[in-house]
């Protein structure tokens, strides 16, 4: 069975400290790879994607996850966080046949202090 | 950009009666719909996927007499929690798939069930 497993369920920073989140997943088959983020009172919203190409996909506000295939593993990485990444973060996969169902982890609450 | 609004965001019910929940894609046209289901801390669980004009196909444990989901339009996806019980509460999200670019979902705000 397809399963995402998510190391952090909550993480503590300061500002300006880089950021890791770990992300594996367990698929017999070819998947695609996402990372959603959700603020405080607001919907889930796509960080990134992974469907193919570059291991190393860039999204939106300076995150960036790295697809490595040997580990089945798509780690968030920010390098410096901000107050304002306080939110739950969650790595999603789904089998590369269809974009249909996502297989979410248990996500991980990060926190940001100023 | 597209939108995904659920409908109520909040609900309380008495224990044995039904609710409803709607899931309206905005802007786009979705011809596939997903019901997820969240229970405090815990990850997104996919209850099930909803077609337009088709019946509903649920993920395995998911009681489809239970949660009686519909998709009778493009743009509108429900889900009926019938006979609801205490063990019902949960936050309830969709998510709706563009048809027309084929590979992107959005989802909406969530709903949250209390059953007293």
């Known amino acids: 069975a397809q399963s995402v497993s998510q190391h952090n369920h909550h993480v503590i920073l300061s500002e300006a400290a880089s950021l890791e989140l770990g992300c594996n997943y367990s698929?017999?088959?070819?998947?695609?790879l996402f990372w959603y983020v959700q603020y405080p009172g607001q919907h889930l919203q796509l960080l990134l994607k992974y469907f193919s190409g570059d291991p190393l996909v860039k999204g939106i506000k300076g995150f960036e996850a790295e697809f490595i295939k040997s580990k089945f593993s798509f780690n968030l990485r920010k390098p410096s966080v901000q107050w304002s990444d306080t939110a739950e973060y969650f790595c999603?996969?789904?089998?590369?046949?269809?974009?249909?169902?996502?297989?979410f982890g248990a996500g991980t609450r990060l926190a940001v202090h100023p | 950009g597209a939108v995904v609004s659920q409908h109520p965001s909040r609900v309380i019910c008495k224990s044995g009666t039904s609710v409803k929940i709607e899931c309206r894609s905005l802007?786009?046209?979705?011809?596939?719909m997903f019901w997820y289901r969240q229970f405090p801390k815990q990850s997104l669980m996919l209850m099930a996927t909803?077609?337009?004009?088709?019946?509903?196909?649920?993920e395995q444990g998911v009681e489809k007499d239970k949660f009686l989901i519909n998709h009778a339009s493009l743009t509108l996806s429900t889900l009926t929690v019938t006979s609801a019980h205490p063990e019902d509460s949960s936050f309830y999200i969709c998510?709706?798939?563009?048809?027309?670019?084929?590979?992107?979902?959005?989802f909406g705000e969530g709903s949250w069930l209390t059953v007293v």
């Open positions: 999603a996969v789904s089998p590369a046949s269809g974009y249909n169902k996502l297989i």
């Open positions: 909803s077609n337009e004009g088709s019946k509903a196909t649920y």
């Open positions: 698929y017999g088959g070819t998947v695609n």
């Open positions: 802007d786009f046209q979705a011809t596939t």
């Open positions: 998510s709706a798939r563009d048809s027309l670019t084929g590979n992107t979902i959005y």
